[in-house]
Structure formats: structure tokens, C-alpha cells
T-cell receptor, first 111, second 114 residues
Framework: DQQVKQNSPSLSVQEGRISILNCDYT??????FLWYKKYPAEGPTFLIS?????DKNEDGRFTVFLNKSAKHLSLHIVPSQPGDSAVYFC??????????FGAGTRLTVKP | NAGVMQNPRHLVRRRGQEARLRCSPM?????VYWYRQLPEEGLKFMVY????????ESGMPKERFSAEFPKEGPSILRIQQVVRGDSAAYFC????????????FGSGTRLTVV
């Protein structure tokens, strides 16, 4: 069951521009959402999260937006840097269940 | 280094052999999760364990796969009679408690079945 979906397998952005990564979920019981970043041959690392009681959380160049009515969240990276090139996973959980991940979006930031 | 430790980093097994993957959670973390990433795919949940207990194994294949997290020692993911389709990266994560906590992931074990 694909409860968390990332429909764009890849995204290419010019350095300095905004990167927008999207994620949709189907389970309305999810109340906590996270983004992880993964480099090749490494484990995923936590990037930013948001609770369902908020609609926006910002941390430096990274902002996550949550639209509960649409069951949609997005990660904005601005300005994008070449070092941001990685696979980004969206994840969702609720307090009683384990985390479910999307399939990932490979972001390439071109110099 | 108090991170999640997985070993081995790379494991090669012939078809029919057994594979054992180890995961030592972060200090203070008693919840362990195993995920599998097949080539060109995302992270698929396999099993969630707490010390000496399997909490959720809904993502585990019905046969050949098992997991444990004993009172002492690392969590073990065991794959018996491996087949080529088992070739994947297996990631372990840990958290301090159940609920809305970010997981800390290990670097993974890349299993190759030849």
C-alpha cells in the first residue's frame, strides 16, 4: 500500500533557483511529516519535519509546507546549491504507527 | 561515534546461503526499524522491533526473513536461502521511543546475491 507518494522521480534545477519537491499521502491519520536527504552509499539523514498542527516550518534555506485538506506537503529549497543534489524522501507517521516513506525524488542542482 | 551502526557495509552471498545483517542502535534508543531499498525504488518498511519484541512485521516477506532484537546485542535481520531478488540496500534506523520522532539511520548494508 503506497500511503506516501512522490510522483516525480527526478528534478533538475539551476543553482540559485528554487527547488520544490512534492509529496502526497492518503492516510488521514498521519500527523507528523518529515523530509530526509540521502546521498549515494549513505543512510538517509533527517532534514526537516512538520506537525499536522502547523502549515509551515522553516529552517534556513529549507521550508516545508503542509496542506492537510489536500493531503499534500512540499519542500522548498531556496536558493538551491550543488551540494543539495541528493535523493529526497518524504515520510509520514502518526503516534501509534511506524514511519512510511515515499519512493524519493532525485534532485540535481546544476552549477 | 554514537550513531546507528550497521555491519557489514557490503555482503555478498551465493544463492541459497544465509545472510545476517546487524544493527546497533544509537545509545539510549530502544526502538529499531528495518527498511529495504531495492534498486531505483524508495525505502520499504520491513519490521519494527523493541527490545526482545517484534512490534510490527507487516513489511516482512512471509518466508525466509526474520528479525530479532535481543536484550543484549544488536538487532539482527536474517535472510535464509537468499535469492537474486534479495539484492538490495538494507537500512536500519532507531528512535528513542515510539511516536513522532525522527529516525536516525545507519549507513546500510548492501547485499548482493550472486
Amino acid at each position: 500500500d503506497q500511503q506516501v507518494k512522490q510522483n516525480s522521480p527526478s528534478l533538475s534545477v539551476q543553482e540559485g533557483r528554487i527547488s520544490i519537491l512534492n509529496c502526497d499521502y492518503t492516510n488521514s491519520m498521519f500527523d507528523y511529516f518529515l523530509w530526509y536527504k540521502k546521498y549515494p552509499a549513505e543512510g538517509p539523514t533527517f532534514l526537516i519535519s512538520i506537525s499536522s498542527i502547523k502549515d509551515k516550518n522553516e529552517d534556513g534555506r529549507f521550508t516545508v509546507f503542509l496542506n492537510k485538506s489536500a493531503k499534500h506537503l512540499s519542500l522548498h529549497i531556496v536558493p538551491s546549491q550543488p551540494g543539495d543534489s541528493a535523493v529526497y524522501f518524504c515520510a509520514a507517521s502518526n503516534n501509534n504507527n511506524d514511519m512510511r516513506f515515499g519512493a524519493g525524488t532525485r534532485l540535481t542542482v546544476k552549477p | 561515534n554514537a550513531g546507528v551502526m550497521q555491519n557489514p557495509r557490503h555482503l555478498v552471498r551465493r544463492r541459497g546461503q544465509e545472510a545476517r545483517l546487524r544493527c546497533s542502535p544509537m545509545k539510549g534508543h530502544s526502538h529499531v526499524y528495518w527498511y529495504r531499498q531495492l534498486p531505483e525504488e524508495g525505502l520499504k518498511f520491513m519490521v519494527y522491533l523493541q527490545k526482545e519484541n517484534i512490534i510490527d512485521e507487516s513489511g516482512m516477506p512471509k518466508e525466509r526473513f526474520s528479525a530479532e532484537f535481543p536484550k543484549e546485542g544488536p538487532s539482527i535481520l536474517r535472510i535464509q536461502q537468499v535469492v537474486r531478488g534479495d539484492s538490495a540496500a538494507y537500512f536500519c534506523a532507531s528512535s528513542p521511543a515510539r511516536g513522532n520522532y525522527g529516525y536516525t539511520f545507519g549507513s546500510g548494508t548492501r547485499l548482493t546475491v550472486v
